[in-house]
């Protein structure tokens, strides 16, 4: 297993970048027909979905390729079960059904409207803070990371003074190329820690999410699921939106015309949300599916038992999904993307990710209308080797 | 055109209510309701929108 230090060149292909891009192999392979071999970060082989058609084929279709092969990462403590108790994005229908139904009330289209103005008010508040200590200052730590780490803690419930904590956890959980049995401590230690904030739910329920299960469904939802999807809210709520906003902002600060539009037209926001959704696609491939009989993708012929995975950046720049696709327009509809998944296990947290972004990059251009990166372009630290992709850290002055 | 959604096949993602507010909303459970079964003009390209982006496959129109 590689050592953080020497990153990129051993990622396997469909996790690694050329800074906003899918590196240029990608491109080759999506237009070659039949379906590339690749190895995922624990030595697995598996095949590699690269077109959109082919993407939304494989995504969409979860009793053909399901979520729940995947092997564990051993956690002290616990079981391969209990592990997967609760962890959406490990259960097939109809487990998958009955949980995800529980939870799709706390994240309705209204419910996420009504949190605008607190959402505001957290990206102000950060503002603020940036605006009085002057410049230069570091976008990651000072506003990408802790706004939507804000948003998702009083969303849940969970005391925001524990967040260097977590933070630390998530990275790590999400770092793929650290040993596995790291890992799984930090995994083990998570769960201690969501185990006694839901214990706490149950003895006196809140008003926040975790408060609202127990009290709606506490009836069906087991301790043990309810941490599950608490662990999984927590951190799928913020590293993911963290570093879009991160990645968002560079890539609109090197272009600037696209930069003044969501600046200066309100109604810029929501359609270049949905492009740089498109063009950053974030999260570099879900979850690994499996095959659960013999069949065919891409002309290619798949046995039952393997494993597939699918690059969303490398759907979400065919040509079949938009003109151009290798150019950042913040000005086109771009919404049928695959950055935020696609099928059942489509992102839950959508409309609240969508929200938070298309308050902070507006209110972050007009804050700072001069804003621009404060090292050159070529020293920017790209994050690669983690589920999500982003910047480390962005030093911007304005 | 004329708009149909299988409720039992929606996952609750609530894009067609982003791409078209005047056709479709969302019930308590973030299940989808449409709210106009034949939309016109503007609001009939918002529709085709919508369906095009729902990731569950529970939507279908036809012209
Ligand atoms: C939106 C959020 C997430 C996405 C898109 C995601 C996606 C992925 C991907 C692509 C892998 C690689 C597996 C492989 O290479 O075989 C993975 C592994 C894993 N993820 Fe996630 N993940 C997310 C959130 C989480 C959360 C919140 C947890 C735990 C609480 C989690 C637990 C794991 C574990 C335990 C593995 C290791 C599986 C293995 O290596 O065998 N993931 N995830
Ligand atoms: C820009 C930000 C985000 C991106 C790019 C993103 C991306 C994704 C993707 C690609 C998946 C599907 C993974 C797969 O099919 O294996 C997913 C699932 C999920 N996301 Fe997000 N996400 C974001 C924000 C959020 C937020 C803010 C939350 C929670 C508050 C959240 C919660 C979840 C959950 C619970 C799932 C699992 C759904 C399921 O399996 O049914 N995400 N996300
Ligand atoms: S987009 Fe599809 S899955 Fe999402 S709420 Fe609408 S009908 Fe349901």
Redesign the interface.
Known sequence: MASPSTETPALPLHMRRERFDPPAEMREIREQPGLARVTTPIGRPAWLVTRYEDAREVL?DAARFSSAGLPVIPVPGTTPEEQRSGNLLMLDPPEHTRL??LL??E????RIRRLQPRIAEIVDSHLDAMEQAGPPADLVPDFALPVPSLVICELLGVPYSDRAEFHRRAAKQLDLTRPLEERGMVAAQSRAYMAELVDRAFAAPGDDMLGMLVREHGDTLTRTELIGVASLLLIAGHETTANMLAIGTLALLRHPEQAALVRDDPNAA?PAVEELMRFLSVVHTGVPRTATAATRVGDQDIEAGDVLVVSLPAADRDRALVEDPDQLDVGR?A??HVA?????H???G??LA?MEMATAFPALLRRFPTLAPAIPFSDVDFRSASVVYGLRSLPVTW | MKIKADRDVCIGAGNCVLAAENVFDQDDDAIVVVLEESPEGKDADAARNAVGSCPSGALSLEE
Request: charge should be positive.
């Open positions: 969409g995800r139904r799709t009330g994240f309705t289209v209204k929501a509809a919404s049928h935020f998944g696609h099928g059942v489509h992102c839950l959508a409309p969508r």
